[in-house]
């Protein structure tokens, strides 16, 4: 995740599915119906019924990360090696997008796992969907514990934020291999995501885009004190989010959909 980009896009990718499970949240606690199985749409019938009745976050999934792969390697300068063996010595190479592209694999196994389960099983697999996420999780914590190895600073204080974020969500994830329908799990995981996401994308203009236009010093307490200051304002705008989310789904499905029945 080098760069402005490379905090930008899987910042966002991990945002706005965390959007999409708050969405799934809600409509599960408004509707009484479990959060993978949501109730079908009265429209659901006709020329375009099959179209409709497809699922497509596992696809969206798959496409973001063959656009983080993408992203990953146009910044690359150069051949992509693992290991260099010039002068007679052996070097691993290009460390840190060694471990993107990882991570950005398990986003497209996880995509692969849900498209599988939502449209190619004939009865879907939600324990397959669950615990390729839960790997994918497992993954991205050490991946950004190491990550952090050569960080200081304003920087590592960042990362370290974040790394609790994910510290976070792994617990709720796993916790959602044994409780899969438990609603309070499924707010956690939509939240932790939405946070994760969106403190990623706000490391990358704090580090490479600052909006004051001056660079955050290492040696300045100051700045150090006011990362977390942003942290628990990011904590805040999502919680407001999520309560934003859970009202206007409330109108939907208490107001416009019933009267599209």
Known sequence: MGGFEGHLYPGLSLFLYGLYQA??????????????????????????????????????????????????????????????KMYHQRDFMYRKQWQHLTLYLTFFLTGCADMV????????????????????????LPLMVSHMQDTEGVELQFHILLTQAMFLLTVVVTAELWAPNAMLIWTMKAFLYMITGSWLVQIGFMLFKPVSGYKWMDDDKNDIMFATTFFCWHVVFNASLMIWIYGFSFLWYCYIFIKDR
């Open 117 to 140: 389960s939502q449209n190619l099983m004939p009865q879907r697999c939600v324990a397959l969907e669950q615990s390729t996420q839960a790997l994918g999780i497992f993954l991205f």
């Open 23 to 84: 969405q799934l949240v809600s409509r599960a606690l408004i509707c009484n119906s479990r959060v993978q199985y949501p109730p079908c749409r009265p429209w659901d019938k006709g020329r375009w019924a099959k179209l409709r009745q497809i699922y497509y976050i596992g696809p969206m999934k798959i496409l973001s990360a063959f656009i983080l792969v993408a992203q990953e390697l146009n910044s690359v300068h150069g051949q992509l090696v693992l290991i260099s």
